[in-house]
């Protein structure tokens, strides 16, 4: 694999990383605690209102936070990924499939920047 290629993937997964944590900043806060975690706040209802309007209004909010949390945890997972994928570039082991220790396909490569395992090894 050459250096400009390598280079180009790097360039590549920083990029791909930025936007994963954007689009994670615009809902979640980073978990201090973790690396590549983030936490959705619950939302916080008011408990003195009552009435119908105010019962949907707080489904609505609860229902909102199910499906950002289900977001949050795809992101998370592609987020960890790209930095496994920066960490093996810089160990000089990018490019090798985790299983097999086979090369990935470059177009592979190209096409999933972050990918772990070759084709054989992914469909097993």
């Not at 499939?97 to 097993?124: F, G, Q, T, Y």
Request: proline share 2%; hydrophobic share 30%; glycine share 2%.
């Amino acid at each position: 694999m050459s250096k400009d290629f390598l280079k180009q993937q790097e360039e590549i997964l920083i990029e791909m990383q930025d936007k994963l944590e954007r689009q994670l900043e615009s809902f979640a806060k980073k978990d201090e605690n973790l690396d590549h975690n983030w936490k959705s706040d619950f939302p916080k209802l008011d408990k003195s209102a009552i009435g119908d309007a105010n019962m949907e209004t707080a489904q609505d909010e609860v229902e909102e936070y199910m499906n950002r949390l289900s977001l949050e945890h795809t992101l998370e997972i592609k987020l960890r990924n790209v930095a496994h994928a920066l960490e093996r570039i810089k160990k000089g082991e990018y490019g090798k499939c985790e299983k097999c220790n086979k090369k990935i396909p470059l177009d592979r490569l190209k096409v999933c920047p972050e990918a772990r395992w070759c084709l054989d090894c992914e469909k097993k």
